[in-house]
Structures are given as structure tokens and as C-alpha cells.
């Protein structure tokens, strides 16, 4: 074991130190030949000049001499791979035309799909949404609603699916913090609420199940951002009163910077949810959400609250009839992405056909460029260089490509997530997502992908073919016959032939995207202006007050 | 040239070792000293004994070191190490076992 690591280490220190151990070897050649020369001035008393004459000629070719010794160091596979790669690196500097479209063509691939990678990545596959389900009313496959105090407590009390259960009631309200009152978003939450998520304040205390008492003093956790705003500094919010739609309400917690809402919902403020004593079935507008205990799935949760739904719903038959009515439940993650969610599915399928198109017509202009150098290549491998050594040549060159292409896509990446995220539909945590170090193993994954194909696709072409009548023909006339550029002119045409349909499939899938996110609502709502107006009920109790002002 | 013996594959390491067993010595002093010991029927090529001097060196039978030579000049010496001695030891059995074989053969009428 530590030997291997010791040859190892040896290895890269023959690779590294190169030059040094070169002099160190040539200082060694050195004496040895002066030795020698010297030996054979003494015992055949030769003259110095011949003597060294000699010595050099016993002693071989110092350069073939120097070969077979970095071929011992073990080095050799990875002098061919920096030779390879600074052949590859000439190559493509000597043709820039060709390499500035593969490059540029290849940075717009793996930049959508990195930029989209990550939308997905921190949208989609929100590891916050795990094991977390929303519980809905159904009475058919597409009506849902949503749940009033009689279910919620109902749940809390029978439920055996859930390790934490909580309601949320969002609505919009006048706020205050001392100064002028304006219109925010309020989401009353209760304890569980907050515990189902796993979120807690990183100021103050969260809500505790005593601040859901109807009567106890009223109370609120704050967002970070309305924290600073009321208050100038989170840091001293804690204890402080805001006015919630004329009710005074004291801030015991602040909510982490980057949570700006919860279940999907946002909100500036979270008062303590005091729910009273139901007296009929209604009203309904409760968001409850559930987190499943250790061995329960949301099958099992279905079939529990089905059970549940039975028992409770018939005591309050008197103020709902509706008895097909389940209470049922979904995964979170579903019920707060929804059609965006599939929206963002569509527009990966999108974004990786493009990528398809890039790496095709990448591959197809390697294809075109190798069979320009077709004489180059058969002079190689009638001078002796094996397959695998032009498919190495070939696919050093294409990962090049790639890797420049992919530092590319990076920026572009960068940027085309900027853009979604200003254009793209609303989603939860979106404007979070960001390039991070998944985002970068991503693109170098697609840019080795795409690199191997792009190198050992036209190899695979050339191979097939015999290539001595190839070097005939390229004997006879210079530059490429006509027969060969008939042959490249027909690869173009087919390479334009097979991306075309992908184009046109991508263009239509992102087309459709585009009419998703704006269907018609069917009238024309430009000259309508609304105002929305809150009433603190507290200041305008009853509909005859509201119906005054 | 023609009277000299073309060295058998994987003999020279047993070679090398040999000449190291009685003391450390610089490159020109090993060549020297198998053309004497062999009656100068052996000439290592020397495009050979550098690139096995540095493989049996990476293999860890073998120490270099700088130092200065009688002569008075800086010169790298290979030292033998012990497991080096041990692969000595097992090479040269190894090779009795296998020359006594071949004459065994040739005797043969």
C-alpha cells in the first residue's frame, strides 16, 4: 500500500519536477561519459578529443538514451496527453472560425441547461418539501378545498399519520408599526404549523401552542425583511408592537432572512393563529399541512383521514351535507408547485433538446473539419500511429472544445438564470436559485459528455473507411478532391436536415411555454384599474359598516 | 561488438544488484565494473542501465544519492537497500535455478 503510494507520488514528482530530474540525468550522462574517456585515455592512451569520441559513441544516442528513461520513469501516457492537448489547443487556434461557432454553440447549450439545472434543482427538488403533505377537502378528482376549525381540530385529535399538524390563514391586512398603516400579507399560523415545517425564528421565540388560546395576548412572528424595514435593525424587534388591522399584536421571533414564505404562501407577518370554538361545520379557509411520521406514507395518511372523515363529518351533518367529502391528502410539494411546476418540467425537456442540437451540430462540424484533414490522418497511420491514438488526438481536441465551451456556458448559465428568474412564472424560492457547485459539476458533466461524443463520433466515420486510396488522392492533388468535398458538402446538407426538426421541435415546446403562462382570461382587462381596500374588522364590525364606507 | 553477450531479458537488475552488494557506486563505476568482473564480455548499453537503475530505484531496491566521487566529483550513488538485498537473494536463486536448467538441456546429446 505504502509502496503504491510511494511510486505514485514518485510518478507525479517525475511529471512536475521533469526538468529537474532532466539535469539531474544529464549531469549523470555527463561524468559518465568524462569517466569514460578518461578510462580510455589510461588504458589505451588514447588522445582526449578521440577518447571522448569514443566514449560518446559507446554510449549511444542521448536523445533516443533520454526517451528510454522518461518511458522508465512511467510518465509517458501523460507527456502524450499534454502533447495532445497542446497539439489540440494549435489546432483549434489555427482555425478560429470553426472554433469560435463550436465554442459558441456549445457555451449556449450547457448554459441553458446548467441555468435551468438549477431552477429545477432548487424548485423542484426542494428537499424542504420531503415527507410533507397539504390535507384538502375532495368530493370529485378536480374539486378541492380547503378546511375549516371542525377538521382541523378533528385531525390534531384522531389523527395517527402525522408527527406534527398545523393551520395557516392567510389574508391581507392593515399593518402598522407606529407609523402609517399599510396594506401587508398576514398568515396566522399555529405552532404546529411552524414545527410540520421545521422553521423556527432566529430571533425571539417561535409561536407556542399557549398563544393559540382564544384570549391570550396577542403575539406575531415577523419575516426578516419587514423586520428591518418597521424596525431598522432585526436585531431589536423582539418585543416591540405592530398593529395588525387595528388589534396590537407583540413581535416575540424573527424568521430567517431567506424564508419569505411558507407552504407556498407569503407573507410579511405571522400573528398566532386563535382559532374559536366551532359552533357549525364552516366557514372553511384553513391551509393545513401535515409532516408524516416515521413509517406513514401519504397512502396510508389517505386511508387514515378517510376513517376520520367518516366519523367527523356526519356529527356536523346539520350545517354540511355534503357527504361524498374526503378529507384528503397531498404531498406538499405537488400542491405548491402545481402547473408551474409541470411548466418548469416542460421547459427542462425544452432546454435539453437544444442541448441535443448543440452537441449535434458540434459533432457534425468535427465531423466536417476531420474529414478536411482525411490526408493528414492517413499520414499518420501509415507512419504508425495506432487507432487509439488518433481517437485520443481527436477526442483531446473535442474535450477541449468542450471544457472551453463549458466555462462558457457557465457565464451564459449565469445570465440565462437571471432572465428566467425575471421572466419565468412564479415559483416558490426561484429567485433563490443560484450557480452553485452542483450547477458547476453539472456543466463539466455535460462537457465531458459532449466532448467524447463530439471526439469519437467522426473517428468512428473515419475508421470505416480504408484509408490508403484516401493518401492516393491526396498525393495526386493538394487540397481535398473533388469527390471528398462532395462527400463533406453532402455531411453539411445532413447535418442542417437533422437539426432542423430538433430546432423546430424546441421552438414549439418553448412556443407552448410561452402560451401556458398567458392564457387569455377572456375579456380586455387593460382599462380596468382595482383597488383593494382592508377594513380592520375591529373599527367596522358587520356588513352595514362596510357597506357605509 | 559482436564479441560481446547480449544481455538476457531481466538479467540486468540481477547484475546491477550484484555490483551493489559490496558498497554503494555512481552509474560509470557499475558499467565498469560489470565489463571487468565479465572479462568485458558484458557492456551494458548504457541507454539500458539508467532507465533499470531508475526502475529498480522506484521498485525501493535501490537508494540514490548525490556525493563525491574518489575521483573528486559530484556523482549520484545507488546504495543497495535491504529489500533490495532480499530481491538479491531471491533473483540470484532463481537465476541458478534456471541456468543449471538450460545447461542441463544443451548437455543433452
Same mark, same amino acid.
Given at each position: 500500500?505504502?509502496?503504491?503510494?510511494?511510486?505514485?507520488?514518485?510518478?507525479?514528482?517525475?511529471?512536475?519536477?521533469?526538468?529537474?530530474?532532466?539535469?539531474?540525468?544529464?549531469?549523470?550522462?555527463?561524468?559518465?561519459?568524462?569517466?569514460?574517456?578518461?578510462?580510455?585515455?589510461?588504458?589505451?592512451?588514447?588522445?582526449?578529443?578521440?577518447?571522448?569520441?569514443?566514449?560518446?559513441?559507446?554510449?549511444?544516442?542521448?536523445?533516443?538514451?533520454?526517451?528510454?528513461?522518461?518511458?522508465?520513469?512511467?510518465?509517458?501516457?501523460?507527456?502524450?496527453?499534454?502533447?495532445?492537448?497542446?497539439?489540440?489547443?494549435?489546432?483549434?487556434?489555427?482555425?478560429?472560425?470553426?472554433?469560435?461557432?463550436?465554442?459558441?454553440?456549445?457555451?449556449?447549450?450547457?448554459?441553458?441547461?446548467?441555468?435551468?439545472?438549477?431552477?429545477?434543482?432548487?424548485?423542484?427538488?426542494?428537499?424542504?418539501?420531503?415527507?410533507?403533505?397539504?390535507?384538502?377537502?375532495?368530493?370529485?378528482?378536480?374539486?378541492?378545498?380547503?378546511?375549516?376549525?371542525?377538521?382541523?381540530?378533528?385531525?390534531?385529535?384522531?389523527?395517527?399519520?402525522?408527527?406534527?399538524?398545523?393551520?395557516?390563514?392567510?389574508?391581507?391586512?392593515?399593518?402598522?408599526?407606529?407609523?402609517?398603516?399599510?396594506?401587508?400579507?398576514?398568515?396566522?399560523?399555529?405552532?404546529?404549523?411552524?414545527?410540520?415545517?421545521?422553521?423556527?425564528?432566529?430571533?425571539?421565540?417561535?409561536?407556542?401552542?399557549?398563544?393559540?388560546?382564544?384570549?391570550?395576548?396577542?403575539?406575531?412572528?415577523?419575516?426578516?425583511?419587514?423586520?428591518?424595514?418597521?424596525?431598522?435593525?432585526?436585531?431589536?424587534?423582539?418585543?416591540?408592537?405592530?398593529?395588525?388591522?387595528?388589534?396590537?399584536?407583540?413581535?416575540?421571533?424573527?424568521?430567517?432572512?431567506?424564508?419569505?414564505?411558507?407552504?407556498?404562501?407569503?407573507?410579511?407577518?405571522?400573528?398566532?393563529?386563535?382559532?374559536?370554538?366551532?359552533?357549525?361545520?364552516?366557514?372553511?379557509?384553513?391551509?393545513?399541512?401535515?409532516?408524516?411520521?416515521?413509517?406513514?406514507?401519504?397512502?396510508?395518511?389517505?386511508?387514515?383521514?378517510?376513517?376520520?372523515?367518516?366519523?367527523?363529518?356526519?356529527?356536523?351533518?346539520?350545517?354540511?351535507?355534503?357527504?361524498?367529502?374526503?378529507?384528503?391528502?397531498?404531498?406538499?410539494?405537488?400542491?405548491?408547485?402545481?402547473?408551474?411546476?409541470?411548466?418548469?418540467?416542460?421547459?427542462?425537456?425544452?432546454?435539453?433538446?437544444?442541448?441535443?442540437?448543440?452537441?449535434?451540430?458540434?459533432?457534425?462540424?468535427?465531423?466536417?473539419?476531420?474529414?478536411?484533414?482525411?490526408?493528414?490522418?492517413?499520414?499518420?497511420?501509415?507512419?504508425?500511429?495506432?487507432?487509439?491514438?488518433?481517437?485520443?488526438?481527436?477526442?483531446?481536441?473535442?474535450?477541449?472544445?468542450?471544457?472551453?465551451?463549458?466555462?462558457?456556458?457557465?457565464?451564459?448559465?449565469?445570465?440565462?438564470?437571471?432572465?428566467?428568474?425575471?421572466?419565468?412564472?412564479?415559483?416558490?424560492?426561484?429567485?433563490?436559485?443560484?450557480?452553485?457547485?452542483?450547477?458547476?459539476?453539472?456543466?463539466?458533466?455535460?462537457?465531458?459528455?459532449?466532448?467524447?461524443?463530439?471526439?469519437?463520433?467522426?473517428?468512428?466515420?473515419?475508421?470505416?473507411?480504408?484509408?490508403?486510396?484516401?493518401?492516393?488522392?491526396?498525393?495526386?492533388?493538394?487540397?481535398?478532391?473533388?469527390?471528398?468535398?462532395?462527400?463533406?458538402?453532402?455531411?453539411?446538407?445532413?447535418?442542417?436536415?437533422?437539426?432542423?426538426?430538433?430546432?423546430?421541435?424546441?421552438?414549439?415546446?418553448?412556443?407552448?411555454?410561452?402560451?401556458?403562462?398567458?392564457?387569455?382570461?377572456?375579456?380586455?382587462?387593460?382599462?380596468?384599474?382595482?383597488?383593494?381596500?382592508?377594513?380592520?374588522?375591529?373599527?367596522?364590525?358587520?356588513?352595514?359598516?362596510?357597506?357605509?364606507? | 561488438? #559482436?564479441?560481446?553477450? =547480449?544481455?538476457? +531479458? !531481466?538479467? &540486468?537488475?540481477?547484475?546491477?544488484?550484484?555490483?551493489?552488494?559490496? *558498497?554503494?557506486?555512481?552509474?560509470?563505476?557499475?558499467?565498469?565494473?560489470?565489463?571487468?568482473?565479465? #572479462?568485458?564480455?558484458? =557492456?551494458?548499453? +548504457? !541507454?539500458? &542501465?539508467?532507465?533499470?537503475?531508475?526502475?529498480?530505484?522506484?521498485? *525501493?531496491?535501490?537508494?540514490?544519492?548525490?556525493?563525491?566521487?574518489?575521483?573528486?566529483?559530484?556523482?549520484?550513488?545507488?546504495?543497495?537497500?535491504?529489500? !533490495?538485498?532480499?530481491?538479491?537473494?531471491?533473483?540470484?536463486?532463481?537465476?541458478?535455478?534456471?541456468?543449471?536448467?538450460?545447461?542441463?538441456?544443451?548437455?543433452?546429446?
Amino acid at each position: 500500500m505504502s509502496h503504491w503510494l510511494r511510486r505514485l507520488t514518485r510518478r507525479f514528482r517525475a511529471f512536475g519536477h521533469r526538468e529537474i530530474l532532466d539535469r539531474e540525468l544529464a549531469d549523470e550522462v555527463r561524468l559518465h561519459i568524462q569517466l569514460e574517456a578518461e578510462d580510455l585515455m589510461r588504458t589505451r592512451g588514447l588522445a582526449p578529443e578521440e577518447a571522448r569520441r569514443q566514449a560518446l559513441i559507446r554510449f549511444g544516442g542521448v536523445d533516443r538514451f533520454t526517451e528510454a528513461h522518461h518511458d522508465a520513469r512511467g510518465v509517458r501516457w501523460l507527456e502524450e496527453l499534454l502533447q495532445d492537448f497542446r497539439y489540440a489547443v494549435r489546432g483549434l487556434l489555427h482555425s478560429p472560425g470553426f472554433s469560435i461557432s463550436a465554442v459558441s454553440i456549445l457555451a449556449l447549450g450547457i448554459g441553458a441547461s446548467t441555468a435551468v439545472f438549477s431552477a429545477v434543482n432548487t424548485v423542484l427538488l426542494d428537499p424542504n418539501y420531503d415527507h410533507l403533505v397539504r390535507i384538502y377537502q375532495q368530493n370529485s378528482p378536480t374539486n378541492l378545498w380547503t378546511l375549516s376549525t371542525v377538521d382541523f381540530r378533528a385531525i390534531e385529535a384522531q389523527q395517527r399519520s402525522f408527527s406534527a399538524v398545523g393551520a395557516l390563514r392567510s389574508g391581507e391586512v392593515a399593518l402598522s408599526a407606529g407609523g402609517e398603516p399599510r396594506r401587508a400579507q398576514s398568515g396566522w399560523a399555529t405552532a404546529g404549523f411552524f414545527r410540520a415545517l421545521g422553521v423556527g425564528p432566529v430571533l425571539g421565540r417561535g409561536i407556542e401552542p399557549s398563544d393559540e388560546i382564544v384570549g391570550a395576548p396577542p403575539v406575531a412572528v415577523i419575516g426578516y425583511r419587514f423586520a428591518v424595514q418597521a424596525f431598522g435593525d432585526d436585531t431589536n424587534a423582539v418585543g416591540r408592537s405592530i398593529t395588525i388591522d387595528g388589534v396590537v399584536h407583540v413581535v416575540i421571533g424573527v424568521l430567517p432572512a431567506d424564508i419569505n414564505e411558507l407552504a407556498g404562501r407569503g407573507a410579511q407577518i405571522w400573528p398566532a393563529l386563535q382559532l374559536r370554538r366551532p359552533e357549525r361545520r364552516g366557514p372553511f379557509g384553513l391551509l393545513v399541512i401535515g409532516r408524516l411520521a416515521q413509517n406513514a406514507t401519504v397512502e396510508s395518511a389517505k386511508q387514515d383521514l378517510a376513517g376520520l372523515s367518516e366519523r367527523i363529518f356526519p356529527e356536523w351533518a346539520a350545517s354540511f351535507q355534503d357527504r361524498s367529502a374526503r378529507l384528503t391528502p397531498y404531498a406538499l410539494r405537488t400542491a405548491v408547485l402545481g402547473a408551474s411546476g409541470q411548466m418548469l418540467g416542460l421547459f427542462s425537456a425544452a432546454v435539453a433538446l437544444v442541448l441535443l442540437i448543440a452537441v449535434a451540430n458540434v459533432a457534425s462540424l468535427m465531423l466536417v473539419r476531420v474529414t478536411g484533414r482525411g490526408r493528414e490522418i492517413a499520414l499518420r497511420t501509415v507512419l504508425g500511429a495506432t487507432r487509439g491514438r488518433l481517437l485520443r488526438l481527436l477526442v483531446t481536441e473535442s474535450l477541449t472544445l468542450a471544457a472551453v465551451g463549458a466555462l462558457a456556458g457557465i457565464a451564459v448559465g449565469s445570465l440565462a438564470l437571471r432572465a428566467l428568474v425575471a421572466i419565468g412564472p412564479h415559483l416558490p424560492r426561484l429567485n433563490e436559485a443560484r450557480l452553485d457547485g452542483r450547477a458547476v459539476a453539472f456543466a463539466a458533466g455535460l462537457a465531458l459528455l459532449a466532448g467524447l461524443v463530439m471526439g469519437a463520433y467522426p473517428v468512428m466515420f473515419l475508421l470505416r473507411r480504408d484509408l490508403a486510396p484516401r493518401l492516393r488522392e491526396g498525393e495526386r492533388t493538394v487540397g481535398a478532391g473533388r469527390r471528398t468535398q462532395l462527400i463533406r458538402g453532402g455531411f453539411v446538407v445532413a447535418e442542417f436536415a437533422l437539426s432542423l426538426p430538433l430546432l423546430a421541435g424546441a421552438g414549439l415546446l418553448l412556443n407552448s411555454f410561452l402560451r401556458l403562462s398567458r392564457v387569455d382570461p377572456g375579456f380586455d382587462f387593460r382599462p380596468i384599474l382595482t383597488v383593494r381596500v382592508s377594513l380592520p374588522s375591529t373599527r367596522y364590525p358587520g356588513d352595514s359598516a362596510i357597506s357605509e364606507y | 561488438m #559482436d564479441d560481446r553477450a =547480449d544481455l538476457l +531479458q !531481466g538479467t &540486468l537488475d540481477l547484475l546491477i544488484l550484484k555490483t551493489l552488494v559490496l *558498497g554503494p557506486l555512481h552509474g560509470w563505476a557499475i558499467s565498469k565494473r560489470l565489463r571487468q568482473l565479465s #572479462d568485458e564480455v558484458l =557492456d551494458v548499453g +548504457q !541507454g539500458s &542501465l539508467y532507465p533499470a537503475l531508475y526502475r529498480l530505484e522506484d521498485q *525501493g531496491w535501490i537508494r540514490a544519492e548525490w556525493g563525491t566521487s574518489p575521483e573528486g566529483r559530484r556523482a549520484k550513488f545507488y546504495t543497495l537497500t535491504a529489500a !533490495g538485498r532480499k530481491q538479491f537473494a531471491a533473483e540470484r536463486s532463481q537465476w541458478r535455478l534456471f541456468s543449471t536448467a538450460v545447461e542441463q538441456v544443451l548437455k543433452a546429446t
